[in-house]
């Protein structure tokens, strides 16, 4: 089965960024959560990432993952807060950077307000990777559109394209024509580091499958 879509995107689309660190010089968040990793049975590090994309309509916009805890936020001047939430005590899945798709489990506010986060579960097509979000009387989806982006849709209309490789940095490029605004744009960003974007092609994707069926 594919992983969810945590490609890096292309050095022209990464944005510029900060880390947070702690007082000690270290990434802040590391040391607190381990998966198996190059120390054996010791945990790898999930971090706490923070990054601030210069969005070029919305300006600074500040993106806060928390794996550990389950937890994406998104600041700026310019745009509501946005929060999504995985559920205490949700057994989480590594390949999902909030870890979970499952929305009975998931919260999201839009600058206080409760909406609503539908992902769908993530199978075989690109279309399987879609979220779905609804905040008053509008509707929102992402869903990949290419090996490492995700287009961003309010009701029929394409606003953008995003990339994340699922770390909390996110790439954003508003279609011209587009009249994206403020929330439009922190529920992108939200959305992006959450589920990351993009998925391999159903056909690349059975190739891998029997790939891994034939031995040796």
């Known amino acids: 089965m594919p992983k969810d879509p945590a490609h890096k995107p292309t050095p022209d689309a990464r944005p510029e960024e900060h880390e947070r660190y702690g007082e000690h010089g270290e990434q802040e968040g590391y040391g607190e959560h381990r998966e198996h990793g190059e120390y054996g049975d010791e945990p790898e590090e999930r971090p706490v990432a923070e990054h601030v994309s210069q969005d070029d309509r919305f300006g600074a916009i500040t993106v806060r993952l928390d794996a550990r805890e389950g937890e994406v936020s998104v600041t700026g001047a310019s745009v509501p807060r946005v929060v999504l939430r995985r559920a205490p005590g949700t057994d989480p899945a590594d390949h999902v950077p909030i870890g979970t798709r499952d929305g009975a489990r998931l919260t999201l506010t839009v600058d206080g307000a409760e909406a609503e986060v539908d992902p769908a579960k993530g199978r075989l097509t690109r279309r399987s990777y879609r979220v779905d979000v609804r905040h008053g009387d509008r509707s929102w989806r992402l869903v990949p559109d290419s090996i ?54 159903m056909w690349m994707i059975a190739i891998e499958m029997v790939g891994d069926m034939l031995p040796g």
């Open 148 to 201: 490492p982006g995700s287009r961003l849709l309010r009701g029929e209309e394409r606003l953008g394209d995003f990339t994340s490789e699922g770390d909390g940095r996110v790439g954003a490029e508003w279609d011209e024509d587009a009249a994206a605004d403020a929330t439009d744009a922190a529920l992108g960003y939200a959305l992006a580091a959450a589920f990351g974007t993009g998925a391999q092609p």
